[in-house]
């Protein structure tokens, strides 16, 4: 699967932006979507990620209730919708597909990367 992110920009503080990524081919339905993100000193890090089916939705502590991800499957996308950010949201954000067992959270649960959309926050 291909993945295509896009939907970041340049935002003051308190601001939001929707972030989208498209999915190639047909079995978009079988995989778990994540968003991830990574700034040039750190490490890739988990954001959020949405089950097949979208009931069950998993967030890191530091975007819980300001950050909401969605997936629409018959569009084959995924969304992250993101508000209230802080300049500490500045980063690249990746979108990831995964077929893998494991915890949702772990970044090893995802095959496909797409290439990643900037998110800066000014404050």
């Known amino acids: 699967v291909q993945l295509q992110a896009s939907g970041g920009g340049l935002v003051q503080a308190g601001g939001s932006l929707r972030l989208s990524c498209a999915a190639s081919g047909r079995t978009f339905g079988t995989y778990a979507m994540a968003w991830f993100r990574q700034t040039p000193d750190k490490e890739r890090e988990f954001v959020a990620a949405v089950s097949r089916s979208g009931d069950s939705r998993y967030y890191t502590d530091s975007v819980k209730g300001r950050f909401t991800i969605s997936r629409d499957n018959a569009k084959n996308t995924v969304y992250l919708q993101v508000g209230s950010l802080k300049p500490e949201d500045t980063a690249v954000y990746y979108c990831?597909?995964?077929?893998?067992?494991?915890?949702?959270?772990?970044?090893?649960?995802?095959?496909?990367w797409g290439q990643g959309t900037q998110v800066t926050v000014s404050s």
């Open positions: 990831a597909a995964g077929t893998k067992s494991g915890s949702y959270y772990y970044i090893g649960k995802y095959n496909y």
